[in-house]
């Protein structure tokens, strides 16, 4: 069964940096697009950035261009969230995501915080 299982959330201060990770498995992850999205507190959830199998196309949410980088180990099954530059308004659950065969799998989330 596909599992989606994200860690490397904490509390950083602004202008602090984090790295993301999300191990797959379950399915091909190679043959798969990926997806970070993120949910703050009391407001919807917001497409971060999304990549696509081979990893040679990537799309950045426009809150996060220049400082969140997108990327995947494909011989690890492993998806990344680079974060650099982060602001109190990134504080949220970020959540790994697949679409997969008509079904949306989503992992549990892992919470950042950016805060002094």
């Known amino acids: 069964q596909v599992q989606l299982v994200e860690s490397g959330g904490g509390l950083v201060q602004p202008g602090g940096s984090l790295r993301l990770s999300c191990a797959a498995s379950?399915?091909?992850?190679?043959?798969?697009?990926m997806t970070w999205y993120r949910q703050a507190p009391g407001k919807e959830r917001e497409l971060v950035a999304s990549?696509?199998?081979?990893?040679?196309?990537?799309n950045i949410g426009d809150s996060v261009k220049g400082r969140f980088t997108i990327s995947r180990d494909n011989a690890k099954n492993t998806l990344y969230l680079q974060m650099n530059s982060l602001k109190p308004d990134d504080t949220a659950v970020y959540y790994c995501y697949l679409w997969y065969y008509g079904k949306a799998y989503w992992g549990q989330g892992t919470q950042v915080t950016v805060s002094s």
């Open positions: 379950g399915f091909t992850f190679s043959r798969n697009a």
């Open positions: 990549i696509s199998g081979a990893g040679n196309t990537i």
